[in-house]
């Protein structure tokens, strides 16, 4: 057995997100702004993705080195083809305990049982609002809010369960439609969590005025259903969980810009070309393609790994300010959320 890395700040490496195409079919606003990720963006040519066998290996080198969970993201991962093929290569990863993909849900009414059957474990659906107006706005495609709902249910139907869903929160855009959002999922067995609007990549404007904080998150839903917190599940989760007094179930709130997580973040993230990141805030990254093609073998690729991870020093979130905000950073549909 290799030895796990741990970073300069005591932390392990135990997930691993895997973008498979920097592609979608939204816009939303805060991540793919129309006005950059136009007819003359260049998206990343075929021949320069992780083949799924590329992947697979990527993966098991990551889970020799400590790695327990696998979410699959993008772009859009749904919009790469035979996606439950790589869905049933990597649940036979060996020490691999949570096979898990991000979604936009909007193919996933058609696609979920079909990814169950591969393995995969759970799935977690981006849903902005429940108003088709705001929605629309937001996803900048015109695309219906019950699409998606139709796409939650047919995850939770397959066993892709609990589903999660995520809603990111920017002030005067969706606040007013948090505590909507909290009814409606309520006593579903789906958890709803709201993230707070994050300064990712460097093309959707951010500014800390459009943040909700996820104090005045909670204080507006407890107002209507009263909330007390629940403990963390596992080192490393980032959401703060709440339950409903009246046992209807529970709530994450993400809050990465006002409660920052960085000393436990235990995540590494591969773009769908192959470059590894150690911080979702990266500006630079480590070419893993070039030794998968250049033919370094699993032992190359782990210390190559295990290098980058041992000089880890990532703490974007705690040292976030006027200055870090315009940084160059990747862009979050490249490097998977
Ligand atoms: N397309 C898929 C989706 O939307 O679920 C997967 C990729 S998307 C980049 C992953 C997650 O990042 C989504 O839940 C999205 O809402 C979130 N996200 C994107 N930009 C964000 C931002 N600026 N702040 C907070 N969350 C963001
Ligand atoms: Fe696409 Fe997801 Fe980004 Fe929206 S958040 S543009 S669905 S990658
Ligand atoms: Fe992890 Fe970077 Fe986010 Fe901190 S800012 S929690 S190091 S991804």
């Known amino acids: 057995m290799p030895v796990e890395p741990i970073d300069t700040m005591g932390r392990p490496i135990r997930d691993l997100r895997i973008s498979v195409t920097d592609r979608c079919n939204f816009r939303c606003t805060y991540c793919m702004p129309k006005e950059i990720f136009n007819r003359e963006y260049r998206f990343l040519e075929r021949d320069l993705l992780l083949t799924f066998e590329e992947i697979e290996r990527v993966a098991g080198v990551f889970s020799g080195l400590g790695v327990r969970k696998l979410r699959l993201t993008g772009g859009e991962p749904l ?42 474990k759970r799935v977690t659906v981006s849903l902005d609002s429940l108003d088709d107006a705001v ?8 695309f219906p809010v019950q699409q998606v709902l139709d796409g939650i249910e047919a995850a939770s139907a397959a066993g892709l369960t609990p589903v999660k869903v995520n809603a990111v929160i920017q002030r005067g855009v969706n606040d007013d439609g948090i505590v909507a959002m909290a009814e409606h999922f309520r006593g579903t067995g789906h958890i709803l969590r709201f993230i707070e609007y994050m300064d990712v990549g460097h093309t959707n404007g951010w500014r800390l005025d459009d943040v909700v ?9 407890n107002a209507r259903y009263p909330l007390q917190p629940i403990d963390a599940g596992y080192l490393g989760e980032v959401a703060q969980r709440w339950r409903y007094v009246d046992g209807a179930g529970e709530i994450g709130i993400i809050s990465s810009v006002t409660r920052p997580f960085c000393r436990t973040c235990t995540r590494a993230r591969i773009s769908a070309e192959g470059m590894l990141y150690t911080c979702l805030f990266a500006t630079a990254g480590t070419d893993l ?8 073998s699993d032992t190359d690729l782990a210390a190559a790994v295990a290098a980058v ?26 490097i998977g959320g």
């Open 79 to 120: 919009l790469r083809r035979d996606l439950d093929v790589l869905v049933g290569a990597l649940a036979g990863i060996a020490g691999v305990d949570d096979l898990t993909l991000t979604t936009n849900g909007s193919l996933l009414a058609r696609r979920a049982a079909a990814l169950a059957a591969a393995g995969l």
């Open 135 to 142: 929605f629309a706005a937001m996803n900048d495609v015109g």
């Open 213 to 221: 904080p996820a104090r005045e998150i909670r204080e507006r839903i």
């Open 289 to 296: 393609r070039v030794l998968l093609r250049g033919g370094a």
């Open 309 to 334: 991870w041992t000089a880890r020093t990532d703490r974007y979130s705690e040292i976030r300010s006027e200055a870090t905000v315009p940084l160059p950073k990747v862009e979050m549909s490249y």
